[in-house]
Nanobody, 118 residues
Framework: VQLQASGGGLVQAGGSLRLSCVAS????????MGWFRQAPGKEREFVAR????????YYQDSVKGRFTISIDNTKNTVNLQMNSLKPEDTAVYYC????????????WGQGTQVTVSS
């Protein structure tokens, strides 16, 4: 499994960014795709996840109503639309994949930096 994330950048508070993660290497119908983030000096934390079918999106409380996770099957991509960004959203964002039956995420992409200025 290969995961290639992109879309990070610098944005002012209140702005928007769209992260994308291209998945390749196998068929992902039985997979859950997730986004995680790690801020400086902090542990990596869960942000959002979704089944490859598009069912069951789930979000960390702090991003509910602001972030939207989605699947584009035509491009084998999982997207994270981030609106109303806050300085506390500043982090390196990672996409990840696991089988629906797995407890943990064994597959990770490289991170993409998101910086939100106040």
């Amino acid at each position: 499994v290969q995961l290639q994330a992109s879309g990070g950048g610098l944005v002012q508070a209140g702005g928007s960014l769209r992260l994308s993660c291209v998945a390749s290497g196998r068929t992902f119908g039985a997979y859950i795709m997730g986004w995680f983030r790690q801020a400086p000096g902090k542990e990596r934390e869960f942000v959002a996840r979704i089944r490859w079918s598009g069912d069951g999106p789930y979000y960390q409380d702090s991003v509910k109503g602001r972030f939207t996770i989605s699947i584009d099957n035509t491009k084998n991509t999982v997207n994270l639309q981030m609106n109303s960004l806050k300085p506390e959203d500043t982090a390196v964002y990672y996409c990840a994949a696991k089988l629906i039956t797995s407890a943990s995420y064994p597959y990770w992409g490289q991170g993409t930096q998101v910086t939100v200025s106040s």
